[in-house]
């Protein structure tokens, strides 16, 4: 099962080398990482995707919580969060194909970003399921390369984890 961790640090360097030596030196895998300042520019936002393929989360947590420059961690399940990633893509395009390309990045809620003689670059921003569903669709045009974020995550309703 897939944990989302959403972990609020102090603002200055290092801090991410401290998290990312953490889940190294234990041998735990990240699927997805992103950092981001937030409303308080002391503070960031560490977002963790993990796979808690053997009941490691409750010592990943405990872990972090250790580092001294963690002020606040929360695991989500996915049912309490909206979660989105950012994919940009390029596809082999040519006159005939780049209708259909364009059409079928709209009804995939993708927009066209750059169009040169011989390809389309796609911007969606979704959930990794339908970035993938994307990647699908476009993938018997020739995909010339792919780029994605890390995930990033907000509580749903008024939750918000904060520093109090």
């Not at 259909?100 to 040169?116: F, H, M, P, Q």
């Amino acid at each position: 099962m897939k944990h989302t961790l959403s972990v609020l640090v102090e603002n200055h360097a290092g801090v991410l080398s401290r998290i990312s030596g953490l889940f190294a030196r234990r041998g735990f895998n990240i699927d997805s990482l992103a950092v981001g300042t937030t409303a308080d520019p002391a503070v960031s936002c560490v977002t963790i995707v993990v796979d808690d393929k053997e009941n490691e989360i409750e010592q990943i947590n405990k872990q972090l919580n250790k580092l001294i420059d963690v002020i606040k961690l929360k695991d989500f399940v996915p049912e309490e969060i909206v979660s989105r990633e950012l994919m940009l893509l390029k596809v082999s395009a040519t006159d005939q194909s780049r209708s259909r390309i364009a059409e079928l990045a709209s009804l995939a809620g993708a927009k066209v970003a750059d169009i040169t003689r011989s390809s389309m670059t796609l911007e969606c921003c979704d959930t990794p399921d339908r970035l993938e569903n994307l990647l699908e669709l476009m993938r018997p045009f020739g995909l010339k390369r792919v780029v994605r974020t890390g995930t990033i995550a907000l509580e749903k309703g008024n939750e918000q984890l904060t520093i109090d």
